[in-house]
């Protein structure tokens, strides 16, 4: 299994409150796969839901946070093809 790390595109020095969390369907259940999560303050909040839906993602707001994690942060389990 590849974890890719990576970053959103602003940058933030608030405090994370929320990894939102993408899925992907499997099986006929919207929240089939855990795919990626990006770590947000309330402000980047439905960016980061914007983001995961543009990628045919399900997102999922849980609280996060008491870490040193830099907002827009993205852990991605996903498999990378081809990198
Ligand atoms: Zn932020």
Same mark, same amino acid.
């Given at each position: 299994m590849t974890i890719t790390f990576a970053?959103? #595109?602003?940058h933030c020095t608030a405090t994370v409150t929320s990894a939102v969390e993408a899925y992907s369907p499997v099986?006929?259940?919207a929240h089939? #796969?855990?795919d990626a999560a990006a770590y947000v303050c309330p402000s980047h909040l439905q960016p980061a839901r914007a983001m995961w839906e543009e990628q045919g993602l399900t997102p999922y707001t849980a609280k996060a946070g008491g870490g040193t994690t830099p907002c827009g942060s993205i852990t991605d389990f996903r498999e990378t093809v081809g990198s």
């Open positions: 970053t959103m #595109s602003h099986d006929g259940r089939g #796969s855990l």
